[in-house]
Every structure is written in structure tokens, then in C-alpha cells.
């Protein structure tokens, strides 16, 4: 039985480690919401066509790197957007959560630095947890995770336990609440 699916992009460096029990999609940066929606399929179809319980999303949240300025995106500009495809922004994350409405049965961690720092994060965050009908996990600061090198060779990623303050966006209408502050034994595995 798979218990989660990881959407990887590209420009977050490392590598996932793989098992039977979760399925590792890596994206690159021309990634359209369709198709990450499709690698969501992909793992249900892998599951005998059941929901998965978790999806997790291991990529960069980016910000302008001039304070005062907006990142420009297809469909307007942001503070905050997550560097996922093309990226997933408070235009888009709505149809990627009803691409994949009734595919994933627990939640959907965000492996993102600090999309709760801001407003356009809080909005990707609550219209993804909307659409996609479970609740969205995410916190307000960088996510501190390894990828060394041992003997030359790369080491699968470990996030360890979240960093900063850990919020839950609802389901039913988006809003979010504080659970847990980071460090803590709450890990992302």
C-alpha cells in the first residue's frame, strides 16, 4: 500500500529516498498543473485506484529578491509563490486542488520555506486545502533539510522535524490555526 506521494521539483537539490510504501515524482520547472495533477493520479492508479494519505510537496518557496517587489507569474504577480512546475500561486492552486479532489485522504504537507510569512502563501495554502478537500500543513519559516554527500555520492534528503510555527489550513473554508511550534520529535516522514 502506498501511504504518500512526493512531488520533488528539480530546483530543490537532493534526492528522495524512494520505498515501497511512497512514490517520489520529480518535476521540472515546465511542470503545467495538469501534469502535476497527473503524477497524483499515477500514484492513486499504483494504490489499486485508492486515495493515498499524504502528498507532500518538496520545493522552494520564492520571494522577489528586492523587498517591495512581486514575483511576476503567467497569471499576474505575487509576494510568495512555490516553485513547484511552473510554480503554484493563489491563481492556480485551486485547479491543482480539484485536479486532484478525492486522490489524496489525509493531508498535504508543504516541504516549503515560509509560505505562511505571506499573504499570497496564505492564499495558495487556504485555496489548496479547499480544493483539494483535506487540510494543508505549512509553516512560517525556513525549512532547514540535509543533503550531503558521503563519499561523493548524494544522500537522500532528511527534513528532520519542521522549523518555526506549523499551521493547519481548513478544508471547509480555508482558514488556518497554529499547531505546533519547531523544533519538536514532529517530523515530516
Known amino acids: ?3 504518500s506521494i512526493i512531488l520533488h521539483d ?3 537539490e537532493g534526492t528522495i529516498r524512494v520505498d515501497d510504501e511512497r512514490r517520489v515524482y520529480r518535476v521540472g520547472p515546465s511542470a503545467s498543473v495538469p501534469t502535476l495533477a497527473r503524477h497524483v493520479w499515477a500514484g492513486t492508479q499504483e494504490n489499486g485506484g485508492n486515495p493515498v494519505p499524504v502528498l507532500s510537496i518538496a520545493a522552494h518557496g520564492t520571494t522577489h529578491p528586492e523587498p517591495g517587489h512581486r514575483v511576476a ?3 499576474g504577480s505575487y509576494d510568495f509563490v512555490i516553485q513547484l512546475g ?3 500561486h493563489p491563481d492556480n492552486a485551486a485547479q491543482f486542488g480539484r485536479l486532484i479532489n478525492g486522490r489524496i485522504s489525509d493531508r498535504i504537507r508543504l516541504l516549503v520555506c515560509s509560505p505562511v510569512r505571506y499573504r499570497d ?3 495558495t495554502c487556504g485555496a489548496l486545502a479547499v480544493s483539494a ?3 494543508v500543513y505549512a509553516s512560517s519559516m525556513v525549512q532547514d533539510y540535509d543533503h550531503d554527500r558521503l563519499f561523493g555520492i548524494g544522500q537522500p534528503m532528511n527534513f528532520g522535524a519542521w522549523e518555526g510555527m506549523v499551521y493547519r489550513f481548513s478544508e471547509r473554508d480555508g482558514s488556518y490555526t497554529h499547531c505546533f511550534t519547531g ?3 514532529t517530523t515530516f516522514d
Open 183 to 185: 523544533p519538536d520529535s
Open 86 to 88: 511552473e510554480t503554484l
Open 121 to 123: 502563501g496564505i492564499r
Open 133 to 135: 478537500g483535506v487540510p
Open 73 to 75: 507569474g503567467p497569471q
Open 1 to 3: 500500500m502506498i501511504n
Open 10 to 12: 528539480s530546483r530543490l
